[in-house]
């Protein structure tokens, strides 16, 4: 495939090896799995911040080898005493002056003095423990920053894989540095070149090996490479990708020769043919190009699971074999978290007699199904023991999801008579009840107090509602007192005329005469007692009524037997007199309860209560809500009478002052006649 700058890649001479690094060629050696021992014991003097050992370096002479291809060094008969935590670090350096840190091992303090042998492998599972307790290979640990002289300066090596492909001849060095009390490797120490590997558990992990050319030329130095694995050799679609992409950087090319660990896990357990799509970029960096053709896979990643699989598939039990009360632990056989079994009878499970199969997992599980790559979660629970259907981390006990608005969450049918599919809800606490909610044959709906053996509500086919009975003729049916609290009760109109009422509904209210209830509400207003003429309507606090009242009569309390403390209203005209008549318009929700009254005439409530507060009403805040205008009648009253003492009083005034008057005037003419004779004299 050409790429932009005009490069061409190509993979040749591929090879795939199962779990172990494999060479272009192995070359034949001399001897193979090969110890060389020293048997001298290596001595820690005691000290607090690390001091050499007795020989300091021991030393190994080997010879007759070869090339080394993989080697091994034992510490033999390392000692560890009861007495405390001790530690020592080894640097193992080659004839060529090549040095690996195998790292610090700390060992004690123990029950009782050990000795043991402590093995360095690179193929080992993991590095040694703190403390180590017992025979073991381990991986090198490297960290150790400096040995003290004679010991080569670092950096040093962390793995063995350092001394491959050169001579193994010459003297061997071990620098052993200890910390802390007195110790022994009493049995000296070993080297084993080209050996058994430590032994490796079978995993999907293989190498790929491969020789990489670019315009025809083998790459030397590094290069990017990534790998994706495919069931098909040329489609682009990725159903078709079964593995990766697996990027691989700055992967070592030497003459054009790579090796490299792949692992796609469960893929290669495809039984069908599959092919490796490679990618590469040299240098580093320089952007992936895509290598064509695809490269054919050969059968070495999936024979692991023909040889273990296959016959596992074919396992059968034969008539005279038992699993009953065994249980199968589905990790090492040490893990007691993970497994399945059947737990018989006489066997427990969480304090359970189940006598029956039980799948366990430390944080929970799963069981799901799986349609080519296409993986369901069908049921999962935790180990809390929340358990949940076609939903990942349940929030109940039972957490049930469907996938649409169609799907039902939980379906619960019967075909059995009486109460047929239900649900019962059972609370064993100080007080509780036992209660359901089922299905009847009969076509109903019932909650049912199992408790009292009696059914709570009812609703049958048609929608009818019981309460407190089974008797269903009307919409609701209810035995028993209904209480509204803290929200209106509606009645809406049927649709239909009856009587004079045309489509209203009506709210009967029956006094215990057939035919003649107590009572009737309707969209047409309210009527109590109306086919009898003793009939009244009592209200406890107060009526709110939008529009006019039209009544024969009204009646106000006012019996002289039911007061005290009665005196006139001597100031009624001079603060009647203070009041103002307003003309005024109503405000938003006002206007609604009034019928759609916008302007009107009144007091101002505020204003009267100065004058007269007997007259003005507050609500449950203190708030000033209104006034009752009756009440101003006897102010009024009052009023009239103390103007019309006052108008008698001003007549009387005016009699006396008119009588005055003609008296001044009798006197004005008896002087002006007077005065004329006079004046009739002097002519």
Known sequence: ??????????????????????????????????????????????????????????????????????????????????????????????????????????????????????????????????????????????????????????PY?????????????????????????????????????????????????????????????PVHGTADLRFSLWNNPTSTNTSNRIGGPLTKSSVAVDNGVFTTSLDFGGATDDATGLWMDVEAASPPGSGFVAISPRQLVGATPQAVRAKVATAAESFSISSDSRLNDKTLYLRSGSDINHGLGWFGSGKFFAGQAIDGPAIFGYSGGVLGSKNGQTERNVLQWTSSGRVGINVQSPDARLHIEGDSTNDLGLLIAASGAGWGSGLRLENFGAGGRTYGMYSASDGTWQFVDQTATATRMVINSTGNVGIGTTSLPQKLNVNGTIRSTGADFMLAGRGGGQGNNGGNARAFVDAGWTGNPGGVVDGGGLYINYANDFGRVVVGSSLVVQGNINASGTITPSSARLKEHVAPIDDALQKLLMLDGVRFDWKGDEIARRGGRVHDLGFVAEDVEKLFPEVVFRDETGSVVGMDYARLTAVTVQAIKQQQAQREADRREIGRLAGESAAKQKEIDDLRARLERLEASLK
Do not use: H
């Open 1 to 154: 495939m050409q790429a932009e700058g005009g490069d061409m890649y190509a993979v040749v001479r591929t090879l795939l090896a199962v779990g172990l690094a494999v060479g272009l060629a192995v070359l034949a050696e001399p001897s193979l799995g090969q110890t060389f021992t020293s048997n001298t014991p290596i001595t820690f003097a005691g000290s607090s911040g690390g001091a050499p050992a007795s020989a300091y370096p021991a030393g190994l002479v080997v010879s007759g080898v070869g090339t080394v291809q993989y080697m091994t060094i034992s510490l033999n008969g390392v000692q560890s005493t009861s007495g405390s935590l001790d530690a020592f670090a080894a640097l193992l350096v080659g004839p060529s002056g090549i040095k690996c840190d195998l790292g610090s091992i700390s060992t004690g303090p123990t029950n009782a003095p050990l000795s043991f042998t402590i093995t360095f492998a690179d193929d080992a599972s993991g590095t040694a423990p703190n403390p180590v307790v017992a025979s073991a290979a381990f991986k090198p640990g490297g960290n150790v920053p400096l040995y003290p002289p004679p010991a080569p300066a670092g």
């Open 157 to 217: 090596s962390s793995a063995l894989s350092g001394f491959n492909s050169v001579s193994a001849s010459g003297t061997w060095s071990l620098y052993v540095l200890a910390n802390g009390n007195a110790r022994t490797i009493a049995s000296g120490w070993s080297l084993t070149f080209n050996g058994a590997r430590q032994p490796q558990p079978i995993g999907t992990a293989f190498t790929y090996q491969g020789r990489l050319e670019k315009n025809g030329a």
